[in-house]
């Protein structure tokens, strides 16, 4: 982090790159500059970016690092506020700045009202990602400002001829595909209005000059820490400037900030490369590694999930009868799924009251725990606690502490309704029966879930509903992070409906994430290339299933889905008291298989392979050894997929096979691929382990 006093302007360098902003002559904070690497002088003789187009209709106005109401400014505002007198919108002075090892924090106000505002930029110093976020404050003392909007930062592409946008889209069961389009001349709006970051769009957005790819080519990629609505507006205008804005909260949202009172957004992270979609994903997965996650050294084990085996039919003879088989296959934790408490037997009851099912569960959860640490395994267990049936004790007891508003429906899905955590009364009722079931039989792991969007979401009776939206989410947040203290063994899997809440605020406190309902291997690998955009394999959870797949149909051979599941951390869901001896035989060898590689994959860098079309593959990198899976879904024409060329080999060395001892010249293995020997038909995988022969 440097600083020209003369210039007013200010330099962060991240190990590749640039990024410098400067204080205009009203104060206003100006982005200059963000991508290769600069001094502080060569940034001081970059010239402010102005609309080349000036008229009676445009300002000359540069580009602003959180452009308000105000002035000639037209574009998307990131932070919109109201006095109490009516005045909109913010003029800015600036009253100084700090800098904090990598962490700066440029301080303005409002020149007439008591608004302030603090701009954050902070650097690891190890990578490229630069984290942003807002804080604001009303330090009068009498009057509240209303928040329309707050984002936490706005980010800016340099000027090039062409521009284009990456992003995620999917729905439940088709998560994260993902999109690569002209960014219009327009303004493009990437939300949630779902309170949770949802599978249809995730709060991840990168820009190219269309010329990018896999591994080459500028990319300036940004990503939300926020796991309720959110909203990223993009706005490519007619003269080529293309900038976006991105904080938490949709649109029509607003906020009354009380005399004295501050709002902090969460993060919105940025990140510049001239190396390619791959190269932007590594540098996003080592900064979730060494900025995100809380045991990112640890290696995930592979788990047993009980859900496709038994959907709601829970009971623990048929929990134990699965654990035997998990336990003998090398599986390392076992999960109970949903169908365990109260009286849920189907969808429509008993969510909120989380006590053993007593038919299910006549000694409780102790017998069952026990065995299955007995059996060598730790115990997780399913968990939503965010919602409720309306046929429950706890609807029947407090249906106040339900989203809804007077006049008004509440709208059922998946017959349940959401508890609105940002009462202080619902969360600590939350907390306290989570703290009671981990502490209890010593839970190892929840895979928490939340399975529909907020709807009706009003607050009767308090004076500034609209903080729900923000105050559920730190709710959840809260939860965790005190469970979590409390409990230091704890692990949690983050779970919507499959992957509806996946970024990178809810990582900052789980340990992995359930990436799709959908466990069809061929689906999966699309979903899974969407995934590793911006979220690293270790949090990935994947889990093997029956053929046909329960939401497909389609049939699949047991190494395929094995070999799909391992490009993440694996689990196995199929129902293990149907499988035959030999499909058990192979699982037990494929997880071992998957013990041999697992500390690349997880752990390693991740590259990914392309085919020829019919064949899509990932290369695992740590240190010299490497692993490569590649899956062929469908076999067009017959035809023998080309071999799969790999990224991340040196030219110069060769390469040994650990399992065959065969040799390959790196040179060969970069020009012309290595041989995977397919098993003819569909649904052909091969899973290669090499090393660096002279260390072989
Ligand atoms: C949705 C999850 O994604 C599934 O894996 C399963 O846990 C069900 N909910 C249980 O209701």
């Known amino acids: 982090m440097l600083f020209h006093p003369d210039h007013r302007l200010w330099l962060l360098r991240g190990a590749t790159s640039a990024y410098a902003i400067r204080l205009a002559e009203d104060d206003s904070v100006r982005h200059v500059h963000w991508g290769a690497v600069l001094t502080l002088d060569q940034a001081a003789e970059l010239p402010e970016r102005v609309s080349p187009a000036a008229s009676s209709f445009e300002a000359e106005a540069g580009v602003d690092e959180l452009a308000v109401e105000g002035g000639a400014r037209f574009g998307p505002p990131s932070l919109l506020v109201r006095f109490a007198d009516g005045t909109r919108g913010v003029e800015w002075r600036y009253t100084g700045h700090d800098i904090d090892g990598g962490h700066l924090r440029i301080h303005l106000r409002d020149r007439h009202y008591p608004l302030h505002v603090t701009l954050n930029y902070r650097m690891h110093g190890d990578g490229d990602v630069i984290e942003r976020w807002t804080n604001v404050e009303n330090r009068g003392d009498d009057a509240p400002v209303t928040v329309l909007r707050c984002d936490s930062a706005a980010w800016a592409a340099p000027h090039r001829p062409h521009y284009r946008m990456s992003h995620l889209v999917g729905g439940w069961n088709s998560e994260f595909q993902v999109r690569r389009t002209d960014v219009p001349v327009a303004e493009t709006v990437l939300t949630s209005r779902r309170g949770m970051t949802s599978h249809h769009a995730n709060p991840w957005l990168a820009v190219d000059d269309g010329t990018a790819c896999e591994d080459h080519g500028e990319v300036w990629s ?19 400037r293309t900038t976006w804005t991105g904080g938490f909260g949709h649109e029509g949202l607003s906020w009354s900030l009380a005399p004295g009172e501050a709002l902090e957004t969460p993060v919105f992270a940025g990140l510049y490369t001239a190396n390619g979609f791959g190269a932007a994903s ?10 995100v996650l809380a045991h990112p050294d640890e290696t995930r084990p592979v788990l047993y999930n009980s859900w496709e085996a038994t959907g709601f039919d829970v009971d623990e003879a048929g929990q134990l009868a699965l654990a035997a088989r998990a336990a003998s296959l090398g599986v390392e934790m076992f999960v109970m799924d949903d169908g365990w408490f109260g009286g849920r037997r189907s969808e429509r009851a008993g969510l909120g009251d989380w006590t053993p099912n007593p038919d299910g569960f006549p000694s409780g959860l102790g017998p069952l725990a026990a065995e299955v640490r007995r059996l060598g395994m730790r115990f997780g267990i399913w968990v939503e606690p965010e919602m409720v049936n309306p046929d429950s004790d706890l609807y029947r007891a407090h249906p106040d502490w339900v989203l809804h508003m007077a006049n ?41 879930d939340a399975n529909r969007p907020f709807t009706e979401a009003g607050w009767p009776g308090h004076e500034d509903p609209d903080r729900l939206w923000i105050e559920h989410t730190r709710s959840v947040y809260r939860i965790m992070d005190r469970l979590r203290a409390d409990h230091p063994g704890l692990r949690i899997e983050a779970c919507s409906g499959g992957g509806g809440r996946a970024d990178l605020g809810i990582l900052a406190r789980t340990d992995q994430i359930w990436a799709s309902d959908n466990t069809d291997p061929v689906d999966r690998i699309g979903i899974q290339h969407g995934f590793s955009q911006l979220y690293p394999a270790q949090v990935m959870s994947a889990w093997v299933t029956d053929s046909p797949n329960v939401a497909t149909g389609r049939r699949t051979p047991l190494r395929f889905r094995f070999h799909v599941a391992m490009a993440g951390a694996p689990g196995i869901g199929g129902d293990l008291t149907t499988w035959t001896q030999e499909e058990l035989k192979e699982s037990a060898e494929l997880v071992a298989a998957y013990k041999r590689i697992r500390h690349v994959v997880q752990h390693g860098e991740q590259h990914r392979l392309r085919g020829d079309g019919t064949l899509a593959g990932v290369e695992y990198v740590r240190e010299d050894e490497h692993v490569v899976i590649a899956w062929c879904p469908t076999r067009a024409f017959g035809h023998t997929p080309a071999p799969l060329r790999l990224a991340a080999v040196r030219p110069d060395a060769v390469y040994r096979d650990l399992d065959t ?15 995977l020997g397919l098993p003819p038909g569909d649904h052909a995988s091969a899973l290669v382990r090499l090393r660096r022969a002279d260390q072989v």
């Open 222 to 240: 940004t990503a939300l820490a926020w796991s309720g609505s959110w909203r990223i507006s993009l706005h490519r205008d007619p003269v080529g």
């Open 282 to 291: 590594r540098a996003w997965h080592a900064h979730v590694r060494a900025h």
């Open 661 to 675: 001892g065969a040799t390959y010249p790196g040179a060969l293995l970069l020009q012309s691929g290595l041989p």
């Open 408 to 448: 008004r429906d509440r709208t059922e899905m998946r017959h349940q309704l959401v508890l609105n955590l940002a009462r202080p009364d619902a969360a600590a009722w939350t907390h306290a029966w989570l703290d009671r079931l981990v502490a209890e039989h010593a839970i190892d792991f929840l895979k928490w």
